[in-house]
């Protein structure tokens, strides 16, 4: 019935059944039908086969064989987030250098943000778990408390108490001894390092400097990219910083002028040129600035942060992701300062750090 509707519909609306060439449309629109409906029926015999294979699945997970299954698909799921998130953070890397807003980035720290998020409910569950540890000690009282009641009886009907109930005792106070104490000891030490790893992520481990640009050229191989050569007051040493500004400021206003930059990123090759830093700028969808350090700076000056203190990283590990966290909350405020935390960047003794001409916008 469905198939001689479908038919009749086709044939109304391609052709009028007196029209000369009606016979031969005909047999053309039922072999269309013969396909299509072949196709469904390929289709439903796919989905039987998945139903029949989860119906099979849901079996043995009753039967008690789905353990070994189930933990190979948490295994896969840990794997294609860990794969996810660095995809990401290549893809924003990637657009930092291209003079691109680092959209994926923004999906990054969201899924960290989620991820730590689990990670502090899962500690606070800690707790139940301690009790459960605590409560045990009691549980082996138990049994010592009845050998006691035991050997008052004795003593009372005149027997010695048997050597089976001190050493039964013995050996409860030895359990209580070795499982609650350490295990709780154990936990102990577990949350106030994770709670260490959280705070030790912080702008004052981030190694910002003027750097004066001495040369600078086009990438031999990517036409949106400089080569830079950067004087970050070493002793005469040039570091190498690959920048992707090619589209937003011309080659001739780079040579000569100061900028800041994040000088303890991991060196990394772009294109095949290693870039040790990343000259930082105020950018929008729509245009990037480099980042102007105060009148009276020279190379080397390092930025500051009130409140911050600390010394910065000789080189940030990247398994730490310490720039990829912070990297979200610096920008540039309505006076045309470059904030984080909406906290200014500073040249000690020299003043604050400011963009051309944009505001409200990132820093990156």
Avoid at 8 to 15: A, E, K, N, P, Q
Wanted: net charge positive; hydrophobic share 35%; charged share 30%.
């Amino acid at each position: 019935m469905l198939a001689s509707r479908v038919f009749r519909s086709f044939i109304h609306l391609t052709v009028h059944p007196f029209d000369p060439i009606f016979p031969k449309i005909v047999r053309m629109s039922a072999n269309k039908i013969v396909e299509v409906f072949n196709e469904i029926d390929k289709e439903m015999i796919y989905i039987k086969n998945k139903l029949d294979s989860l119906g099979e699945f849901v079996q043995g997970a009753g039967q008690g064989d789905s353990t070994a299954a189930l933990q190979k698909l948490r295994d896969e799921n840990k794997s294609l987030q860990r794969e996810t998130l660095d995809l990401l953070k290549q893809i924003s890397v990637h657009d930092v250098l291209e003079g691109k807003p680092p959209l994926a980035l923004k999906v990054f720290m969201q899924a960290q943000a989620e991820k730590a998020g689990a990670s502090t409910m899962s500690k606070s569950e800690a707790p139940t778990q301690k009790e459960a540890v605590a409560a045990e000690p009691v549980r082996s009282d138990k049994p010592a408390e009845g050998h006691s009641k035991k050997a008052k009886s004795e003593k009372d009907t005149g027997k010695t108490p048997s050597a089976e109930a001190p050493q039964g005792k013995g050996k409860d106070k030895t359990a209580e001894k070795s499982e609650g104490p350490k295990e709780a000891t154990s936990e102990a030490k577990k949350e106030p390092a994770a709670a260490t790893a959280d705070e030790s992520i912080t702008v004052a481990r981030l190694d910002f400097r003027v750097g004066k640009i001495v040369e600078v050229e086009k990438h031999p191989d990517a036409d949106s990219l400089y080569v830079e050569k950067i004087d970050l007051g070493e002793g005469g040493k040039l570091r190498t910083i690959v920048s992707g500004l090619v589209k937003h400021v011309p080659i001739e206003e780079m040579k000569d002028r100061l900028v800041v930059v994040l000088a303890n990123l991991k060196p990394a090759k772009m294109r095949g040129v290693n870039s040790e830093g990343m000259v930082m700028c105020a950018s929008t969808p729509e245009k990037v600035e480099i980042l102007i350090p105060p009148k009276g700076s020279q190379p080397g000056d390092r930025i500051s942060f009130e409140g911050f203190p600390g010394t910065p990283d000789d080189v940030l590990n990247p398994k730490k992701k310490i720039w990829e966290t912070l990297a979200p909350e610096f920008g540039v405020n309505p006076n045309k300062v470059a904030v984080f935390r909406g906290i200014p960047f500073v040249v000690a003794g020299k003043g604050q750090v400011v963009s051309p001409g944009l505001i409200n916008c990132i820093v990156k």
